[in-house]
């Protein structure tokens, strides 16, 4: 239980309190949905109100209105990831707004026992840590088949009695053809802006360009990506086959490049499933995990467009 609690420990720390020297870690990038994840995180092409996590003028696709969440535990169910968006038509365009976090609930807090024949570490009190993401979007069209979108974000982050704020803007642009659909995104458009701590120095909110293309062949979706975040290039491909029989159920595969906690490349490969229930839509994805006492991630979204 013990090497449970320090591994958690200081994996949170590292997100908290390492980037003193860096930038800023964005929760978005453990992973926006289940379907995203299966596809190796390739981004830009969401059905649903999640567009605003990833490209947000990908909420072209959203026909009327759009209601999406998303879920997963890591660690042994030590930490949580949530989100939640809806995303719906106006007079003047699409909109959408939504919320995605990462929590952890009653950290051990602990102090030095030195009273005794040998020094003693014992847990004094407990602390929450949370890390959040608002988004508020807008999508638009330039010209027919080319789309664009903008999002507002504010970050938010709390542990002890620490607390930090900051906010940026999302740009994005989709082009549409009939053999393939091209997604463009630049996540915090504005590089000088950081997230400002009630008694720490401050981060930088990184900037990431990410470029995205999808290409349909016979039965299949084929999805590649190039993703710049800190002066890295990370790639990812992602395949979906959906048998013309079976018009409910689609499967996925992908492969992945993505910086750990400490900005080093790992190489990943995600599986998952997805099932259409008339309008509403269920995503599971499965990866392995870094965590060496759960060697097994899993996710689970939906969505539903009315």
Do not use: C
């Not at 072209?60 to 535990?73: D, H, I, L, M, Q």
């Not at 290039?233 to 992945?256: C, D, E, N, Q, W």
């Amino acid at each position: 239980m013990i090497n449970k609690i320090l591994i958690i420990f200081v994996m949170l720390s590292t997100l908290a309190w390492g980037a003193a020297y860096r930038d800023y870690n964005i929760q978005t990038d453990y992973g926006i949905s289940a379907r995203s994840i299966a596809l190796g995180s390739v981004e830009g092409f969401s059905e649903s109100a999640t567009s605003i996590f990833e490209n947000p003028a990908g909420l072209y696709r959203v026909k009327n209105y759009s209601f999406s969440a998303f879920k997963s535990a890591i660690m042994d169910y030590q930490v949580f990831y949530n989100s939640v968006a809806f995303a719906g038509n106006t007079p003047f365009g699409k909109v959408g707004i939504g919320f995605y976090e990462a929590a952890s609930f009653a950290i051990p807090e602990t102090g030095l026992d030195t009273t005794g024949v040998v020094d003693k570490h014992y847990i004094k009190d407990t602390f929450d840590y949370k890390s959040s993401i608002y988004k508020l979007s807008y999508q638009g069209n330039l010209k027919p088949n080319l789309y664009f979108g903008t999002s507002f974000t504010l970050y938010s982050q709390r542990y002890f009695d620490v607390n930090g704020r900051g906010s940026n803007f999302d740009a994005g642009l989709i082009l549409k053809r009939d053999k393939y659909e091209v997604s463009g995104l630049i996540r915090n458009l504005f590089p000088n802006s950081k997230v400002k701590y009630t008694n720490y120095e401050p981060e930088n909110l990184p900037t990431h360009f990410v470029v995205s293309l999808k290409k349909p062949f016979w039965q299949f979706e084929t999805f590649s990506q190039i993703k710049k975040v800190r002066l890295h290039y990370l790639p990812s491909l992602g395949v979906k086959i959906a048998p013309k029989r079976m018009s409910y159920i689609h499967f996925m595969t992908g492969f992945k490049e993505q910086l750990d906690v400490t900005y080093g490349r790992n190489k990943k490969w995600t599986f998952g499933i997805g099932l259409d229930l008339f309008d509403i839509h269920f995503h599971y994805a499965y990866e392995r995990s870094d965590y060496i006492l759960q060697d097994s991630k899993n996710y689970f979204s939906m969505h539903y467009n009315f």
